[in-house]
């Protein structure tokens, strides 16, 4: 799976680990930047490029990284075709890829140990759209809002 992760100042040690923890479970990882630590960065120059890969096919998932994850879900929300949520429990990390096909993971990197935004990212990497009827029904009611 092609995995693009993104994150700013906030989420920047994060994004660092959990990009080098997704390869090691032979993921390709395509790194959106920041590519340095700079203070004065701003999430939205980062998680909009990811959610544009996201929405045009270049990578199959996305994870937004900010200091809260808040902003990061806000900006990549603004994006046609994602579908992105702020992650803080296992349970919805693969519901919201079983039910609401989740395609951007969104966590806060000042407030998201490593140990539990890796096991959020590997339920989210392994979970997979049921595509139920209901599902696609709901989906099909939320795509008519991005037109």
Not at 73 to 99: T, W, Y
Request: charged share 25%; proline share 3%.
């Amino acid at each position: 799976m092609r995995v693009g992760i993104a994150a700013d100042h906030g989420g920047f040690e994060l994004k660092t680990q959990l990009a080098e923890a997704i390869r090691s479970l032979g993921h390709e990882v395509v790194d959106l930047g920041a590519h340095e630590y700079d203070p004065e960065d701003d999430y939205p120059d980062f998680v909009v490029p990811l959610a544009q890969a996201v929405a045009q096919g270049k990578v199959d998932r996305g994870v937004a990284v900010c200091g809260s994850g808040v902003g990061a879900c806000v900006a990549a929300n603004k994006i046609p075709g994602v579908r992105a949520a702020l992650i803080h429990e296992v349970f919805s990390a693969h519901q919201g890829v079983e039910d609401d096909d989740m395609n951007v993971m969104c966590l806060g990197g000042r407030v998201t140990c490593f140990a539990l935004a890796w096991e959020h990212i590997q339920v989210f990497l392994k979970a997979r759209f049921k595509g139920e009827a209901r599902f696609q029904r709901r989906l099909a009611k939320v795509a008519a809002l991005e037109k």
